[in-house]
């Protein structure tokens, strides 16, 4: 019986494993259960270079339907979209609601178990007079992250608008990439003063 439980999870921790550097099409995601499809369905395709202003204007979003979303996400989340990934694993990106949208990627195996679930935001984005932040997410080609908050701060006008040229523009960011296998790497902060 013990041997039998590590060949399963030995096939599931390398079932995704690919080192070819191209990323397969999203038409060519296999066919799982139709409880995890049900749940795919509900995302839009994303082609590369996917690039998300999460404090921005969004388009109107739906929410996850629950029904069709257990067990493969509990949260009342945002839909945004799906791309797939080597051997047939899939990435959803979601949205739950803070001050900005909170972008939250998640990978799948094929066959719906999850392999890597993580939030993909800074967090230093706020309003305030004479201040002015945007919130950017992208993911490339090469399924590299890159997650940045550009902030900046301005003299104001006796109406507490924003007048002239910034006085200081900080970018905080953190980059990282989904591996071959499908986990999530995403470096600590990084500051950058201009």
């Not at 999203?26 to 590369?48: R, V, Y």
């Not at 739906?62 to 979209?81: C, K, T, V």
């Not at 997650?147 to 608008?161: G, H, I, S």
Request: net charge negative; charged share 25%.
């Amino acid at each position: 019986m013990k041997k039998v439980l590590a060949l399963l999870l030995m096939i599931l921790v390398t079932g995704c494993i690919d080192h070819k550097a191209q990323v397969p099409p999203l038409k060519e995601i296999p066919k799982a259960s139709n409880a995890f499809q049900n749940f795919l369905a509900q995302f839009p395709g994303l082609s590369f270079p996917i690039q998300v202003k999460a404090c921005g204007e969004m388009p109107d979003l739906e929410i996850l339907d629950g029904a069709a979303s257990y067990p493969y996400n509990r949260r009342p989340d945002y839909i945004f979209g799906k791309f797939s990934l080597n051997d047939g694993c899939v990435a959803v990106i979601t949205f739950s609601t803070a001050d900005c949208m909170l972008p939250i990627l998640t990978t799948y195996h094929p066959d719906g178990i999850e392999i890597d679930s993580k939030p993909l935001a800074v967090g230093q984005c706020s309003d305030g007079p004479c201040y002015k932040c945007e919130e950017v997410l992208q993911i490339g080609k090469d399924l590299t992250i890159r997650v940045a908050d550009t902030m900046q701060t301005f003299e104001c006008d006796e109406d507490d608008l924003p007048k002239g040229a910034p006085i200081t523009t900080t970018i905080v960011y953190k980059e990282g990439k989904i591996t071959p296998s499908g986990r999530i790497e995403i470096s600590k902060e990084k500051e950058k003063q201009l």
